[in-house]
């Protein structure tokens, strides 16, 4: 082999030399992230207190919005400190499409929507929406502030839309709720509320909400009879 051409060759083996070991070493931390993403479902479905507290915090780095179905039987658990972690947990998993660039785009618009910036931050979780519709929590977000800023019809599409493919989702059921009482739509505003607290047993004021909804309903029967 010509020398003069030794340093180049040396160099092209060096370069793959490092490129199979970053190739292996990603190989390497996908296969150790998968073990982690099934220890922690694992942990979360049959671990003690501890383990099922854990696999939560695992689960909401490493999950997207589809391994909230793992957390939703927690919000029932019979300790207080694991049905709070699950619906922490639930909320921060309910922001993760899966696709690293969406979410970067769903964080800097809901850094919008906390600072107050809610014309722009509309504007971002539209655009998240026309990219991946199928994301349920940026048309959560904007039915939020939708409903913030007064639009109850807007916000109520868009509720709709989360429902179709969160159906459990107790946040949107809860505010569909809020919205139908605002229209005197009282057994509509009951059904949404009932669904949100079989799912959360534990959202503040639910049960007291049913319970004046039933009255309001049973009144209204009475003034009609």
């Not at 964080?107 to 929507?113: K, P």
């Not at 990219?131 to 502030?145: D, G, V």
């Not at 505003?189 to 503040?204: K, T």
Request: include cysteine; proline fraction near 3%; charge should be negative.
């Amino acid at each position: 082999m010509n020398d003069r051409f030794r340093p180049a060759l040396d160099r092209l083996s060096l370069c793959a030399l490092v490129l199979m070991m970053s190739t292996s070493l990603a190989g390497a931390n996908d296969s150790s992230n998968s073990q982690e993403y099934r220890q922690a479902q694992e942990d979360v479905a049959h671990g003690n207190t501890s383990q099922r507290i854990n696999g939560l915090n695992r689960l909401s780095r490493l999950g997207t919005a589809a391994d909230a179905a793992y957390v939703y039987p927690l919000l029932s658990n019979n300790d207080l400190s694991v049905r709070s972690a699950a619906q922490s947990v639930i909320w921060q998993l309910w922001g993760h499409s899966g696709n690293a660039d969406i979410d970067r785009q769903y964080e800097q618009a809901l850094d919008l929507m906390n600072a107050g910036d809610l014309t722009h931050a509309i504007e971002m979780f539209s655009s998240i929406i026309e990219q991946l519709p199928s994301f349920a929590e940026p048309w959560n977000k904007r039915a939020t502030i939708y409903f913030m800023i007064g639009q109850y019809d807007l916000s109520i599409m868009d509720c709709e839309e989360v429902l179709k493919r969160v159906p459990q989702h107790f946040g949107a059921l809860s505010g569909y709720a809020r919205m139908l009482i605002n229209k005197g739509q009282f057994e509509r505003a009951l059904d949404y509320m009932e669904r949100a607290n079989l799912v959360n047993p534990q959202m503040p004021n639910a049960a007291e909400m049913i319970q004046q909804l039933r009255k309001q309903i049973s009144t209204k029967k009475d003034n009609i009879v």
